[in-house]
């Protein structure tokens, strides 16, 4: 009975002492998926944010300290986690990092005022009718459009077939404005299906379909995973169009047992490509590849650009360690932030940004093409 | 004309898994008369071990299956011994309850050793899809291919619904079998060993579990995940009951005929719905012939 | 004082305290008897003052401001949990067919819910009578959204409880478990398809299964398919309303037990045969019992949508269901304040315990298996006999060698 006593007292501690934050630093938070299907996008956030948490503090000014909690991409979790934070000292959220979590989120730091800087939650659900929530990456019907307009420029393909998973926002968000612009364009979207768990298995109907129709792009608005399982069969049943991704594909060079051959040539939308040339990203990118292995993906970058994003606004605003550590200072902060927000811009890897007082983001959008296992910048 | 008979066999592809799972079910049920939850999670085990073999030490694939099928077995035997045996006299309420406790202890397990993360499955067989009608039509061309992997899927399927056929009607223990899913208690005084005969049923289950597995990932392409068995797990039990539970022809008929008209309806009637369609089938089954397609009327006892 | 006087002294002592304590014993024999006679009920009373307890010391947690931000944002969801693993328990424990279906019901509960309050929320505007009457009466209007929900949601998840119940409760065991686990599916499967829309201005309510027949224009989409419900905000569950709920469900499930309709369910439970040839209509006694379970599971559903402004289709998986019949097992079959203990205790303790989080749903599950064994099985129960048994020798003899010590 002692023993027990004992251990639990210990273990008590020990959680006391993990909650325990820097005095003379600003607390940021973010919750996402650490565990689970999308745990790659949670990981890749966080690592991404370490990295900038350390060269920010390096530059002598406002210190930033990091706390982060796993919510799997449940938005009960989720609110937990972001109660939690704030019990722990978090004065603004650099999270959360998944759409249907942070809506949740969201609406409780509107409640609350707490400042929220998502860098990966692209749905415009989150930021709809709330002034305290600004997002780092493109909305969903940003990336639909972007994806038209891009395979029209670049004159990739006249007939497109669309897979996406309806049990998804983020999937039916993007084929939504997808199918708009495209018939703006004059694109012919000659095939569209969709599927309604990322668990399943079967796209032989999907892609028959498609093929058959004879599109010779496919646009697949949906993550990396059933992705995964699109490429390997429609590599079995000998079909061989242009498939063309947007940010969700990112990671999926990165899976398991996946044969990466199978992705050469596949086309991905997204605002950052490891490969780019100048300082800045080689810098992440060696400092990532230091720390974590692994070439870094587009969540990471996002996040490591959120939280210079955050230091900047704090200076705007001059929100310091004093204002954002007093009881419940997230409010304060909070206020003091979403005035800046709008006449900021910074320069990050995933490009210029700035921002409306919607929160919505402006930066240019790039695409990557996959060769021989690797993100290349296209054209 | 061709895309239909594409459905067709990638129907005819995943049904062959439903099969092969619905047997597991099927064989099971009729012996011990118990839903065993955790059937699904086998598959999914079954898989893990394959891939196992397959990516970490890089051997065969025939050896990934041998080796799979080994350990599915010893974790049916396992399972049977320390879940399911103890609660035999139990009421079925306790016994499925400890079954679904089972299916997600399978599960999480995985999950701490695996991760949750998806992993994808090696292909198990090399060489072309064999085309076998090829046309073009409006400048399209159309083809119907046959991929060596669903050769593969059907045959198996096809020589594990015969061989389990002839164990059963042809050998002592198939015989034993039979007697024990009539009546316990009369077949223990016949001086048949009641516990053996479940565990090799379930040790036969698990093995095809393991196999299912292999095949679910290699030709369905199914990601490899922790939750990767749950769900083609209920649905080959629907097709389970559809070919009526117990009898093991209708679990091969059952399983087909669901592969076929999952596919078909996804094709034709919407593709947001398939599930949906799946389950109402199996309800239409169980409240129009309770019995199934091939099942035994039972009648209960007072 | 010599021996003598010392003696007597003694003896009076001893009477005067066996005359009082024989006076104390009839109230105790006869507040025994009491307990046997209502043990029932006793213990039901017990609930509700565990439940209202609870209740306040929360409230005085909060205004004292001792209550961290993670605690506070979980009692309303805690209350939700309650309510549908007392719900769930009235299933499979009281009626003895296990549903693995709950989730579903609380999805119909969430929707229905969401669509009565959002609907309220802009077909009565500020000036309407309705909204005036309340105004008048100092009523917030926010609660009365918030308790016509609740009964909407209910009287629909009923509906559906009943609809489906109809072909369900033909089949026993095993059938009734994945039948029950097949209808939740395609509710969820449907639902993710159904997308509603308020007209910001009328009230008036648009039903679509297809995304791009709605109205753009004045029209807000608060159920969005695959989504789920979004934009439910401000949100208007509190901790009053949840605890409300749990003693309402209290209310009718411990009564219900009670009843004679209660006492026909555990007969067709424990004997259907028997029950039958005794003239009880086992159709109707597990229908009434299924019903009452999905309506309440109902509400708890539109309790838990109206707490969080976004809730994903997701969270209404058999994963829940599951975690939801874990709660009524650990808790007891058929006990209800074990239920809610349960239910209470294993929320909070995973946040208490983030950490060890990817353990959780294992040690659940490992307790759940184990529960099962030690509860049914003959040979763990006569072996845990036998370590009683043992103990009970063992502690026997310390206490002779004790005795004989001093």
Same mark, same amino acid.
């Given at each position: 009975?002692?023993?027990?006593?004992?251990?639990?007292?210990?273990?008590?501690?020990?959680?006391?002492?993990?909650?325990?934050?820097?005095?003379?630093?600003?607390?940021?938070?973010?919750?996402?998926?650490?565990?689970?299907?999308?745990?790659?996008?949670?990981?890749?956030?966080?690592?991404?944010?370490?990295?900038?948490?350390?060269?920010?503090?390096?530059?002598?000014?406002?210190?930033?300290?990091?706390?982060?909690?796993?919510?799997?991409?449940?938005?009960?979790?989720?609110?937990?986690?972001?109660?939690?934070?704030?019990?722990?000292?978090?004065?603004?959220?650099?999270?959360?990092?998944?759409?249907?979590?942070?809506?949740?989120?969201?609406?409780?730091?509107?409640?609350?005022?707490?400042?929220?800087?998502?860098?990966?939650?692209?749905?415009?659900?989150?930021?709809?009718?709330?002034?305290?929530?600004?997002?780092?990456?493109?909305?969903?019907?940003?990336?639909?459009?972007?994806?038209?307009?891009?395979?029209?420029?670049?004159?990739?393909?006249?007939?497109?077939?669309?897979?996406?998973?309806?049990?998804?926002?983020?999937?039916?968000?993007?084929?939504?404005?997808?199918?708009?612009?495209?018939?703006?364009?004059?694109?012919?979207?000659?095939?569209?299906?969709?599927?309604?768990?990322?668990?399943?298995?079967?796209?032989?109907?999907?892609?028959?379909?498609?093929?058959?129709?004879?599109?010779?792009?496919?646009?697949?608005?949906?993550?990396?995973?059933?992705?995964?399982?699109?490429?390997?069969?429609?590599?079995?049943?000998?079909?061989?169009?242009?498939?063309?991704?947007?940010?969700?594909?990112?990671?999926?060079?990165?899976?398991?047992?996946?044969?990466?051959?199978?992705?050469?040539?596949?086309?991905?939308?997204?605002?950052?490509?490891?490969?780019?040339?100048?300082?800045?990203?080689?810098?992440?990118?060696?400092?990532?590849?230091?720390?974590?292995?692994?070439?870094?993906?587009?969540?990471?970058?996002?996040?490591?650009?959120?939280?210079?994003?955050?230091?900047?606004?704090?200076?705007?605003?001059?929100?310091?360690?004093?204002?954002?550590?007093?009881?419940?200072?997230?409010?304060?902060?909070?206020?003091?932030?979403?005035?800046?927000?709008?006449?900021?811009?910074?320069?990050?890897?995933?490009?210029?940004?700035?921002?409306?007082?919607?929160?919505?983001?402006?930066?240019?959008?790039?695409?990557?093409?996959?060769?021989?296992?690797?993100?290349?910048?296209?054209? | 004309?061709?895309?239909?008979?594409?459905?067709?066999?990638?129907?005819?592809?995943?049904?062959?898994?439903?099969?092969?799972?619905?047997?597991?079910?099927?064989?099971?049920?009729?012996?011990?008369?118990?839903?065993?939850?955790?059937?699904?999670?086998?598959?999914?085990?079954?898989?893990?071990?394959?891939?196992?073999?397959?990516?970490?030490?890089?051997?065969?694939?025939?050896?990934?299956?041998?080796?799979?099928?080994?350990?599915?077995?010893?974790?049916?035997?396992?399972?049977?011994?320390?879940?399911?045996?103890?609660?035999?006299?139990?009421?079925?309420?306790?016994?499925?309850?400890?079954?679904?406790?089972?299916?997600?202890?399978?599960?999480?397990?995985?999950?701490?050793?695996?991760?949750?993360?998806?992993?994808?499955?090696?292909?198990?067989?090399?060489?072309?899809?064999?085309?076998?009608?090829?046309?073009?039509?409006?400048?399209?061309?159309?083809?119907?291919?046959?991929?060596?992997?669903?050769?593969?899927?059907?045959?198996?399927?096809?020589?594990?619904?015969?061989?389990?056929?002839?164990?059963?009607?042809?050998?002592?223990?198939?015989?034993?079998?039979?007697?024990?899913?009539?009546?316990?208690?009369?077949?223990?005084?016949?001086?048949?060993?009641?516990?053996?005969?479940?565990?090799?049923?379930?040790?036969?289950?698990?093995?095809?579990?393991?196999?299912?597995?292999?095949?679910?990932?290699?030709?369905?392409?199914?990601?490899?995940?922790?939750?990767?068995?749950?769900?083609?797990?209920?649905?080959?039990?629907?097709?389970?009951?559809?070919?009526?539970?117990?009898?093991?022809?209708?679990?091969?008929?059952?399983?087909?005929?669901?592969?076929?008209?999952?596919?078909?309806?996804?094709?034709?009637?919407?593709?947001?719905?398939?599930?949906?369609?799946?389950?109402?089938?199996?309800?239409?089954?169980?409240?129009?012939?309770?019995?199934?397609?091939?099942?035994?009327?039972?009648?209960?006892?007072? | 004082?010599? !021996?003598?006087?010392?003696?007597?002294?003694?003896?009076?002592?001893?009477?005067?305290?066996?005359?009082?304590?024989?006076?104390?014993? !009839?109230?105790?024999?006869?507040?025994?008897?009491?307990?046997?006679?209502?043990?029932?009920?006793?213990?039901?009373?017990?609930?509700?003052?565990?439940?209202?307890?609870?209740?306040?010391?929360?409230?005085?947690?909060?205004?004292?401001?001792?209550?961290?931000?993670?605690?506070?944002?979980?009692?309303?969801?805690?209350?939700?949990?309650?309510?549908?693993?007392?719900?769930?328990?009235?299933?499979?424990?009281?009626?003895?067919?296990?549903?693995?279906?709950?989730?579903?019901?609380?999805?119909?509960?969430?929707?229905?819910?969401?669509?009565?309050?959002?609907?309220?929320?802009?077909?009565?505007?500020?000036?309407?009578?309705?909204?005036?009457?309340?105004?008048?009466?100092?009523?917030?209007?926010?609660?009365?959204?918030?308790?016509?929900?609740?009964?909407?949601?209910?009287?629909?998840?009923?509906?559906?409880?009943?609809?489906?119940?109809?072909?369900?409760?033909?089949?026993?065991?095993?059938?009734?478990?994945?039948?029950?686990?097949?209808?939740?599916?395609?509710?969820?499967?449907?639902?993710?398809?159904?997308?509603?829309?308020?007209?910001?201005?009328?009230?008036?309510?648009?039903?679509?299964?297809?995304?791009?027949?709605?109205?753009?224009?004045?029209?807000?989409?608060?159920?969005?398919?695959?989504?789920?419900?979004?934009?439910?905000?401000?949100?208007?569950?509190?901790?009053?309303?949840?605890?409300?709920?749990?003693?309402?469900?209290?209310?009718?499930?411990?009564?219900?037990?009670?009843?004679?309709?209660?006492?026909?369910?555990?007969?067709?439970?424990?004997?259907?045969?028997?029950?039958?040839?005794?003239?009880?209509?086992?159709?109707?006694?597990?229908?009434?019992?299924?019903?009452?379970?999905?309506?309440?599971?109902?509400?708890?559903?539109?309790?838990?949508?109206?707490?969080?402004?976004?809730?994903?289709?997701?969270?209404?998986?058999?994963?829940?269901?599951?975690?939801?019949?874990?709660?009524?097992?650990?808790?007891?079959?058929?006990?209800?304040?074990?239920?809610?203990?349960?239910?209470?205790?294993?929320?909070?303790?995973?946040?208490?315990?983030?950490?060890?989080?990817?353990?959780?749903?294992?040690?659940?599950?490992?307790?759940?298996?184990?529960?099962?064994?030690?509860?049914?099985?003959?040979?763990?129960?006569?072996?845990?006999?036998?370590?009683?048994?043992?103990?009970?020798?063992?502690?026997?003899?310390?206490?002779?060698?004790?005795?004989?010590?001093?």
């Amino acid at each position: 009975m002692k023993k027990i006593f004992a251990m639990v007292l210990s273990l008590m501690l020990a959680m006391g002492a993990m909650s325990a934050f820097a005095e003379d630093a600003i607390t940021i938070g973010i919750s996402g998926p650490l565990t689970g299907p999308y745990a790659m996008y949670g990981l890749g956030v966080v690592h991404g944010a370490e990295i900038a948490v350390e060269e920010v503090n390096a530059l002598g000014g406002i210190q930033f300290a990091l706390t982060y909690e796993d919510d799997e991409g449940d938005p009960e979790k989720a609110v937990n986690a972001f109660n939690k934070m704030l019990d722990d000292g978090a004065a603004m959220m650099a999270g959360t990092v998944t759409s249907g979590a942070c809506a949740a989120v969201a609406a409780e730091a509107y409640d609350m005022r707490v400042f929220m800087l998502t860098p990966s939650a692209s749905s415009p659900t989150v930021t709809e009718d709330r002034d305290n929530v600004f997002q780092v990456c493109f909305t969903d019907p940003g990336q639909g459009a972007a994806s038209a307009d891009y395979i029209v420029q670049n004159n990739l393909a006249k007939k497109v077939a669309v897979i996406y998973n309806n049990g998804l926002d983020y999937s039916t968000g993007i084929y939504q404005t997808f199918e708009e612009k495209a018939n703006e364009l004059g694109l012919e979207i000659v095939s569209v299906t969709t599927f309604s768990s990322d668990n399943n298995a079967d796209f032989s109907v999907q892609l028959t379909k498609a093929k058959d129709s004879g599109a010779e792009l496919v646009f697949l608005p949906i993550y990396y995973t059933p992705a995964s399982m699109i490429l390997k069969q429609a590599d079995a049943m000998n079909y061989d169009p242009i498939f063309f991704g947007v940010d969700g594909m990112d990671g999926i060079l990165s899976i398991e047992g996946f044969d990466t051959s199978l992705a050469e040539g596949v086309y991905l939308l997204t605002a950052f490509s490891a490969d780019a040339q100048d300082e800045k990203t080689q810098n992440f990118v060696k400092k990532y590849e230091e720390r974590f292995g692994g070439t870094p993906n587009q969540f990471a970058a996002d996040a490591y650009d959120a939280i210079y994003a955050l230091y900047e606004a704090c200076n705007e605003a001059e929100v310091t360690a004093e204002i954002a550590n007093q009881r419940r200072g997230f409010a304060d902060v909070c206020e003091m932030l979403i005035e800046v927000m709008p006449t900021i811009t910074v320069e990050g890897i995933t490009g210029t940004m700035s921002w409306e007082a919607t929160g919505e983001v402006t930066k240019t959008p790039t695409a990557v093409i996959i060769h021989e296992g690797a993100y290349v910048g296209a054209k | 004309m061709i895309t239909f008979l594409t459905y067709l066999i990638n129907g005819l592809n995943i049904g062959s898994v439903y099969a092969v799972i619905a047997l597991g079910y099927t064989m099971v049920y009729g012996v011990a008369k118990m839903l065993n939850f955790a059937h699904g999670d086998v598959i999914m085990v079954g898989a893990f071990l394959a891939y196992c073999v397959c990516a970490y030490l890089g051997l065969h694939p025939i050896i990934a299956v041998l080796g799979a099928v080994i350990g599915c077995t010893i974790l049916g035997i396992l399972i049977e011994r320390l879940a399911y045996k103890p609660l035999r006299q139990a009421t079925s309420l306790a016994v499925l309850i400890t079954a679904i406790g089972m299916s997600y202890f399978l599960q999480n397990m995985a999950q701490l050793i695996w991760g949750s993360d998806t992993k994808s499955f090696p292909s198990i067989i090399q060489g072309d899809a064999i085309v076998l009608f090829k046309t073009v039509q409006d400048g399209v061309t159309k083809t119907l291919t046959l991929s060596p992997i669903n050769i593969l899927t059907m045959a198996s399927c096809f020589i594990i619904m015969i061989a389990l056929t002839l164990f059963i009607n042809k050998t002592k223990m198939g015989k034993a079998m039979r007697c024990v899913s009539e009546d316990k208690g009369a077949a223990e005084l016949m001086g048949i060993n009641v516990n053996l005969t479940i565990s090799v049923t379930f040790a036969i289950g698990s093995a095809l579990a393991a196999v299912a597995g292999i095949l679910l990932c290699a030709s369905n392409y199914a990601p490899l995940s922790p939750t990767t068995g749950s769900l083609p797990g209920i649905k080959a039990f629907t097709a389970a009951v559809f070919g009526g539970i117990g009898s093991i022809p209708g679990a091969m008929l059952g399983g087909i005929l669901l592969g076929l008209i999952e596919n078909l309806g996804k094709a034709y009637v919407s593709s947001e719905l398939a599930d949906a369609f799946v389950f109402g089938i199996l309800i239409v089954v169980l409240l129009v012939k309770p019995t199934g397609l091939l099942g035994k009327k039972i009648h209960e006892k007072v | 004082m010599n !021996q003598k006087h010392k003696m007597t002294i003694t003896h009076l002592f001893t009477h005067a305290l066996e005359i009082c304590e024989s006076f104390l014993r !009839q109230p105790r024999i006869m507040a025994e008897k009491i307990y046997q006679k209502h043990k029932m009920t006793i213990t039901h009373l017990f609930t509700y003052a565990l439940v209202i307890c609870a209740y306040f010391a929360c409230q005085s947690m909060i205004k004292a401001e001792k209550m961290t931000l993670s605690l506070e944002g979980q009692l309303v969801p805690i209350c939700a949990y309650i309510v549908l693993a007392v719900s769930l328990n009235l299933t499979v424990g009281i009626s003895g067919e296990l549903s693995l279906g709950h989730a579903g019901f609380m999805y119909v509960g969430a929707i229905t819910g969401v669509i009565a309050s959002m609907w309220m929320r802009y077909a009565f505007t500020e000036e309407s009578a309705f909204f005036l009457f309340f105004e008048n009466m100092n009523i917030d209007f926010a609660l009365v959204r918030m308790l016509i929900s609740l009964i909407v949601a209910g009287v629909f998840a009923g509906i559906v409880g009943f609809i489906i119940g109809i072909p369900v409760l033909r089949l026993r065991g095993d059938y009734l478990a994945i039948v029950t686990l097949a209808f939740g599916e395609i509710i969820r499967n449907i639902m993710t398809c159904l997308y509603v829309a308020v007209n910001k201005k009328t009230g008036a309510l648009n039903f679509t299964f297809n995304n791009s027949d709605i109205p753009s224009k004045d029209f807000k989409l608060f159920i969005k398919g695959p989504t789920g419900i979004t934009g439910n905000s401000p949100k208007i569950a509190t901790f009053v309303i949840g605890i409300g709920l749990v003693l309402f469900t209290l209310l009718i499930v411990q009564n219900l037990i009670n009843s004679r309709t209660g006492r026909a369910i555990k007969a067709c439970r424990d004997n259907r045969i028997a029950a039958e040839s005794m003239g009880l209509n086992v159709t109707k006694y597990k229908m009434i019992a299924f019903v009452t379970s999905a309506c309440l599971a109902g509400m708890a559903g539109a309790l838990y949508a109206a707490n969080f402004s976004s809730v994903v289709p997701s969270k209404f998986s058999i994963d829940t269901s599951i975690l939801i019949l874990v709660f009524v097992v650990l808790g007891g079959l058929g006990n209800i304040l074990g239920s809610v203990i349960s239910a209470t205790v294993l929320t909070l303790l995973p946040e208490l315990l983030r950490e060890f989080d990817d353990y959780r749903m294992l040690v659940y599950v490992v307790v759940l298996i184990l529960t099962m064994l030690i509860t049914n099985s003959p040979i763990v129960k006569s072996l845990i006999g036998a370590i009683k048994e043992g103990a009970k020798k063992l502690f026997a003899r310390k206490n002779t060698e004790n005795g004989a010590n001093s």
